[in-house]
Each structure stands twice: as structure tokens, then as C-alpha cells.
């Protein structure tokens, strides 16, 4: 499985610093080459429709310090906030949104699923060279929740103020990324009067690991208890993946995903109905034939299903043992037409500029044209609309950061634990994951078996799974993007 959003270039990207030179008047040496320093929050009033509704609202855009122990400023955290206009309501929540990568900036669930103005990508057709125009978010969350998107350190305009080895230590390591994030979310609350207020946390991707863990480290260490988690097509456990070459289990959450992709082409719609057959074969004979190894009788019996559920040449099934992986699977689909299909929704599909190497050395077709149209529509937003002019590089995503983080972090990532212990600790808290039938990156089948192994705590209702025709990003579908919708409102209790 590919953990989540990946940086679509390599481009080499700074996102760490020495701490800047100070002149007597304590501000850095901009003649020296030193990073100006942020200017102050800035906010705009403005106004989305949704539902047959009016919103006025106020949009922030500002930035926090991180601090260690001894109080240096070593960072600085940008934000975007969402906050309805009007007399406040004690009782009016907000929500704090993460994407993941680890690289990813918050734009994505921002201006593609949740915030109140969105642009289209991430489906097939959506270009890099689409214009970056703001339109009303038909899918936006804004009428029953306030919302803060948050840019973890080296992504968006968020940065660095110690080198590359304290960078390393601070920020680009599994456990020191949440309790950062989470002192983000802590000391905006503080600052902006909202302690009482109803806290839910929102992640994508490896957000969807970020989120459940901030969760739990919000209600565990600084004091602040939540009242939902929402994870959207999460990351939540790597150890579903590995050992392939004799656990059953990464074969077996891919395989429905790849079934559902073959579904769509061949016109089928998808729906829990359509899916329950490929589900109930991968859980049960699928696996138990992935554990019998070289059985003849074994093999050929999953060369068959597999077959007939992917779509992919039989004669290639064969010589596979019927374990085709991802990589093989997205580009055997379209080889002959001379395109790739992305990870993210294998039915989304761009000419393969390599048609006859080996392997793949192209970018992923969804990567490749959503850095564009995100990254020039949150520039302008937060630049020219809103006003927070800033000097510096904007980055969506990130490879600089995925390539600081941790060693092995891949392979060490696991939130399960902190779902379950937030849960047992608070009974009211709840829980809504989500993701598309088409995803290969973070599979739902994957989520499928987590959820069916969390014990039930109190009612049974607090613990929700929904899936949706689409990807990675199924929001970039009009229909799904308003089911998603609907499921949070039911989760947040709002009419």
C-alpha cells in the first residue's frame, strides 16, 4: 500500500533553516539572507451558500510558534481558519483539519472536500492547467462547525527555524510530529477564546493516522477532549501490508478495491450490494487459499477469482499465482491504450510517457495535476484575498519532508491503539472513517477489518463506516462528496 499523498516533484525544497541572525533591534538580518519574519494573522469577510443557505464568515490566515522546552521558538505553524460571523455560540464547534504525506499541506481537504470554497481536481479530465478559480463548496462543513486547516512544519508556508539534524528530531519523526500538531491545536483554542467549544479532529491519508493519535494526545496529555474523530481514506495500520511473501493480508485488502475498479469500467454502480461478494471472498476462502502457499488446487482456484474480479489478462494472473500488486495492476490495465492509472482512483488514468520501460517511471496521473491548481488558488487565497503577504515558496506537497522523516517510519505506523484507548477513556466521543471503493493507496478494506476488531464500547452506533464511488479523493465527486457530507452532519448531531 502507498501510505498517502507523495510529493510530485523532486525538486529539492528548503524547509529547515538555521535560526535567523538577530540585528539590535531583535529582528532577522534580511541583508544577511535571513527568513523575513511572517506578518501579522489577517482576515477577510466573505461569503458561501450551501444547502439553500447564506454563510457570512470570517477567513484568518495566521501562524503559531512551537516552542521546546525552553521556550525558543523553533518553528512557525501556518493556519487557515473558518469562523461563522455572528454572535458566538458557546455550544458552535470547530474542527481541525490535517492532510498527510507526511509533506502534504491542508489545502486538499481545504479547498477539495470541506472548506466553504473549492476548486475541482483529482477526477479524470481535471488538468494542471485548469484555471484556479474559487467557487462556492456545495460539500463545505461550515454551516455546523467552524474549521482550522493546519500546515505541519515544511508544508504550505509552515517552516523551520533550527537546522536539518533539529529539524529531523523535532518534527519529521512519527510520535514528535503529533505532539507538536497537537500543541497547535491546543494553543490556537487558547488564543482564540475556544476551550469551551466542541473539538473534532479531521485527517486524510496519513492525516487519517494523524488524526485519531491528536485525538488521543489532546485528551490524554494537554487536557482537551474531543468530541469525534472523522478519518478520511485513513492510514491506520502498516503492519497490514507487510510480509507479503506469506501473510494473505496484503493481498487481501487490495483485492477489493481492485474489484471495484473493474466494477466501474464495466458500468457497474457500487454500493455495499455490489461489493459484499469480492468482500466476503477476500475475508474467507481468498485467504485461507493465500495461507495453503504453492497447493496446486489452491493456486488455481485464486488465479480464477482473481481473474474474474480485477479484469487483468488471465495468462498474467496465472504466471502471478493470482497475487498481482498494485504497480503491476496499474499498469497492465491500459497498457495497451498507452496509459498509467493512478493509485489513487485506478479509473483515473494519463498517458504513460514510458510506455516500453520496465517499469514505472512516470508520476502517479492524480499527482501530476493536482500540485497546480492548489497550489495557485491557496497562494492567491491567502496572498491577494485574504492578504497575508508573506514571501516564500508555497508547497503543497512536500518530497523534502517525506524524505526527513524517520527511518522506517512506514513501517512503524499504527493510531489503532490510540482510537481505542480515546474510546474507552470517553464514551461519548465518535468516530466516523470514510473512504472511496477505488483507492489502492490507503484500501478500505484495510479499515473494513480494523473496525470489525475494535471492541464495542457502549453503543454500538459510535464507531461508522462509509464508502463512496471514487478514490483517494472521492470528494472530487459531486454525489459522493455530498453523501460525505451528509454522514458528518449525522455524526456532528446537526439538522
Known sequence: MAAA??????????????????????????????????????????????????????????????????????????????????????????????????????????????????????????????????????GTWLDFTDMVFIDPVGTGYSR???????????????????HYLSRIVFDWLVKNGRMSSPK???????????????????????????????????????HMGVAEDFSPMPWVVSLPSMAAANYERQGKALSPETMAEVEGYAR??????????????????????????????????????????????????YRDSGKLASVYDSNVTAYDPYPWSQSQRANDPILATIIAPTTSAMVDFMTHTVGWKVEGRYNALSNAVNAAWEKDWYNNIESVSDLRQAMAADSKMKVLIVHGYDDLSCPFFASRLIVDQIPQMGDSSRVKLHIYPGGHMFYSRPDSQAAFRNDVKALFGAS
Request: net charge negative.
Open 284 to 333: 474467507g476462502e481468498f485467504a485461507v487459499d493465500l495461507m495453503k502457499g504453492r497447493d496446486a488446487a489452491a493456486v488455481a482456484r485464486v488465479v480464477d477469482h482473481v481473474t474474474r474480479y480485477t479484469g487483468v489478462d488471465p495468462a498474467l494472473v496465472k504466471k502471478m499465482g493470482g497475487r498481482v500488486d498494485t504497480g503491476t495492476f496499474l499498469r497492465e490495465l
Open 5 to 138: 499523498l507523495l510529493a510530485a516533484s523532486a525538486a529539492p525544497v528548503t524547509v529547515f533553516a538555521e535560526e535567523p541572525a538577530k540585528t539590535e533591534a531583535g529582528k532577522p538580518d534580511a541583508a544577511k539572507g535571513d527568513l523575513p519574519p511572517f506578518p501579522a494573522d489577517a482576515t477577510v469577510k466573505q461569503v458561501t451558500h450551501v444547502a439553500g443557505k447564506t454563510l457570512n464568515y470570517t477567513a484568518t490566515v495566521g501562524s503559531l510558534p512551537v516552542r521546546d522546552e525552553k521556550g525558543k521558538k523553533i518553528a512557525e505553524v501556518v493556519f487557515t481558519a473558518y469562523t461563522l460571523d455572528g454572535p458566538r455560540d458557546p455550544k458552535r464547534p470547530v474542527t481541525f483539519a490535517f492532510n498527510g504525506g507526511p509533506g502534504a499541506a491542508s489545502v486538499y481537504l481545504n479547498l477539495g472536500a470541506i472548506g466553504p470554497k473549492r476548486i475541482q481536481f483529482g477526477a479524470q479530465g481535471d488538468s494542471p492547467s485548469d484555471p484556479a478559480t474559487l467557487v462556492d463548496n456545495p
Open 200 to 238: 473534532y479532529v479531521v485527517g486524510e491519508s496519513y492525516g487519517g493516522y494523524r488524526a485519531p493519535a491528536i485525538a488521543y494526545d489532546l485528551q490524554s496529555d494537554l487536557g482537551v477532549g474531543p468530541s469525534g474523530v472523522i478519518m478520511v481514506s485513513p492510514f491506520l495500520d502498516a
Open 160 to 178: 523551520s527555524l533550527v537546522d536539518e539534524a533539529e529539524s529531523k528530531k523535532d518534527f519529521f519523526q512519527v510520535k514528535e510530529d503529533i
